[in-house]
């Protein structure tokens, strides 16, 4: 019996230290994706969108796969806050509709207009109630859902932060559902329509 219950207690200790270096191996990719994703963000306000990031500066796909791989995690970093933002806003739409709302986020952050994170970006207006997208304060629960839906948001958000997506709303800067012709949007110059988005930016170059 002593013997049986030594094993036990060995077994488990061996799982336990399996669990923690399975922990520390997949934490390592999403602590270098999110330190990239700082980097990269950085650089798109200071310099603007100029090209893609080098191979050494960017994000790779198994990287920012890593990054809150449940869909629950705070949004303190930008993949997460740019992965959850293209997930609420375009879920269940095409890809090229999902790139689309990225493009929106991705010129904000290059604007002046904005603020110069991501995550800053995504929660503007927040503290008036007011929020710039409306996912943020709607009152529901942000976590993701979907896991296969949340991939790919995140497959997308990366290529964005990497400035290796194309920009298929022509600078636009705002964008609303075509189910629905908010009232700001008479004050706009349409840029294009992509799948179910319309898409906006000021007619004189501002960002209001």
């Known amino acids: 019996m002593r013997q049986s219950w030594r094993f036990f207690v060995c077994w488990l200790a061996a799982c336990l230290l399996v669990s923690l270096a399975m922990a520390d191996e997949s934490a390592e990719p999403a602590e270098a994706a999110e330190r990239k994703a700082a980097e990269l963000e950085q650089s798109a306000v200071e310099a603007g969108e100029d090209g893609p990031a080098t191979p050494a500066d960017a994000i790779e796909k198994p990287e920012a796969q890593a990054v809150d791989p449940g869909g629950e995690a705070p949004l303190d970093d930008a993949i997460t806050c740019l992965a959850r933002s293209i997930y609420w806003e375009a879920r269940g739409e095409a890809l090229a509709d999902m790139e689309a709302v990225a493009n929106v986020v991705m010129n904000r952050l290059a604007h002046e207009g904005f603020p110069d994170t991501v995550c800053g970006v995504v929660r503007q207006g927040a503290e008036q109630g ?49 189910s629905v012709l908010p009232p700001w949007a008479a004050e706009y110059a349409k840029t294009v329509d992509v799948g179910g988005f319309a898409f906006y930016r000021p007619r004189g170059g501002g960002s209001h």
């Open 130 to 178: 007011a929020c710039q997208f409306s996912w943020w304060c709607d009152g529901r629960v942000d976590e993701a859902e979907e896991d296969a839906a949340y991939a790919a948001a995140k497959e997308i958000a990366r290529r964005a932060l990497n400035q290796q997506l194309s920009d298929r709303t022509d600078g636009a800067l705002y964008f609303h559902h075509r």
